[in-house]
């Protein structure tokens, strides 16, 4: 394979890629002249100094050494990690610019992919932008050249764990503690023995789950408690798989956010998914039951429902009406029904069921509803779109966690089952990252 060129180089950026890089082209007199290279740290609009880094057969990969000439839309990073961590990619690009940059990422995926446009653009949603990230991973890993423990997410260089002391998206009793947790770790005798840390907020916990390799010496899970009961967290560990799951002392502490707009608590374990942003996720609940519009008497069907984070506002906005939720993890729906239970909503029910299988025999299917709302993971609701009975439905609301995704389903609903998309929009539910969530609703097709 022939070396890299290491020479800087100076490119013009013109756009910004789905991972949050600077697109540019190798200039006149390159010997990739015309080949697309995506630059770590640059902005559309800037002139830069570049260094390449990787190549493939399509693009090439280059950082940028200098800003030349800066966009006015360039801003100076508030973490000191910015650069090297991974978690952010987009610190340095103006809030209200990147919000406008995912709607473009949007609007461009539903044309490209769907081949379908929003009859209206939805305002975009924001919440808190910093000190937001209430759910987490945390990768460790001992280097001995260091002498020293790294407790952080990955670098740009995702083979690598960055040398963080602090961050300043996830929740600030967590986010200031990252270098307390590392020190913490290295004076484990399991040090080497522990891969990663989940973090999990609920309103008046913090709860830290340690992945170990090998059973803990008591003198290790002495420091762990010690270490909780000075900064207050949980403490969890997972000698194995997700029901491995214990606390580190005594029972479980419970954990649970409510959502006062609807007057609901949502209870929860340590590995669950919720929603990152806690802000945010309450003013998302609030659009989709606007776009919903549920009427008294009618029958919601939730899919991808997880603990119930839209079944039971959408239970309590229904009042007389029924909403059930579709779930494939089995254990997220057993909590949603205690849920359920614990607001005493009684017009919601939840069904487990893998819906990207055959469904055909699932009794929940037929009994026939009014609304649907879904909330997929990233590989998107195409498998169970195909199998609802849409006809019947009088709306649609599809929460995003992938632009491609929403784009191809869009496609089938609008250009296959005759749907409209009256409005679309995005969530920054990850500020400061390439993610980009959005909402959009669809109306049924016209009686003839």
Not at 54 to 82: G, N, Q, Y
Not at 138 to 150: A, G, I, P, Y
Not at 417 to 433: I, S
Request: net charge neutral; hydrophobic share 40%.
């Amino acid at each position: 394979m022939a070396r890299l060129d290491q020479t800087p180089k100076t490119v013009s950026i013109v756009d910004l890629s789905l991972d949050g890089r600077g697109v540019a082209r190798w200039p006149e007199g390159h010997a990739n002249a015309g080949k697309a290279v995506f630059v770590s740290g640059a902005l559309p609009g800037e002139t830069v100094s570049v260094q390449q880094t990787a190549r493939s057969r399509h693009f090439d990969e280059a950082k940028t050494l200098e800003v030349i000439e800066a966009s006015p839309d360039r801003v100076e990073p508030r973490c000191p990690h910015f650069g090297t961590c991974g978690g952010c990619v987009l610190q340095h690009f103006a809030e209200e610019r990147q919000i406008e940059s995912k709607q473009r990422v949007l609007l461009e995926n539903l044309q490209r992919i769907g081949h379908v446009s929003p009859q209206s653009v939805l305002p975009p949603l924001r919440g808190d932008s910093w000190g937001y990230r209430r759910k987490g991973r945390f990768s460790v890993r001992r280097v001995e050249k260091k002498d020293k423990t790294l407790v952080g997410f990955r670098e740009q260089d995702p083979r690598f764990v960055a040398d963080i002391g602090e961050c300043h998206v996830v929740v600030p009793q967590l986010g200031f503690k990252v270098a307390a947790l590392g020190a913490l770790v290295d004076g484990l005798d399991a040090r080497r023995d522990i891969p990663q840390i989940e973090f999990i907020a609920g309103d008046a916990q913090i709860a830290l789950v340690f992945r170990h390799l090998q059973p803990l010496s008591d003198a290790d899970k002495a420091k762990l408690a010690a270490f909780a009961e000075a900064e207050g967290f949980s403490i969890f560990l997972q000698p194995g798989g997700i029901d491995s799951v214990h606390p580190l002392t005594g029972d479980a502490p419970q954990l649970s956010f409510r959502l006062p707009q609807w007057d609901i608590e949502l209870m929860f374990r340590p590995l669950d998914f919720i929603q990152v942003n806690a802000k945010l996720n309450e003013a998302m609940i609030a659009r989709a039951l606007e776009l919903l519009d549920v009427q008294p008497g009618e029958r919601v069907l939730d899919l991808f429902c997880g603990l119930g984070n839209f079944t039971l506002p959408l239970a309590r906005a229904a009042g007389d009406g029924e909403v059930v939720g579709v779930e494939g993890d089995a254990g997220l729906v057993q909590r949603a029904r205690a849920n359920a239970a614990h607001n005493g909503l009684g017009n919601a029910t939840f069904h487990a069921a893998d819906l990207v299988q055959d469904l055909a025999a699932q009794p929940w299917l037929k009994a026939g509803f009014d609304k649907l709302l879904l909330d997929p993971a990233r590989s998107g609701a195409i498998e169970v779109l195909k199998q609802l009975p849409l006809k019947g439905l009088k709306r649609i609301v599809y929460v995003s966690c992938h632009p491609g995704s929403l784009a191809r389903d869009a496609g089938f609903l609008v250009n296959d089952a005759g749907w409209t998309l009256r409005e679309a929009g995005v969530m920054d539910m990850f500020p400061h990252t390439a993610h980009v969530e959005s909402i959009a609703v669809f109306d049924p097709p016209k009686k003839r």
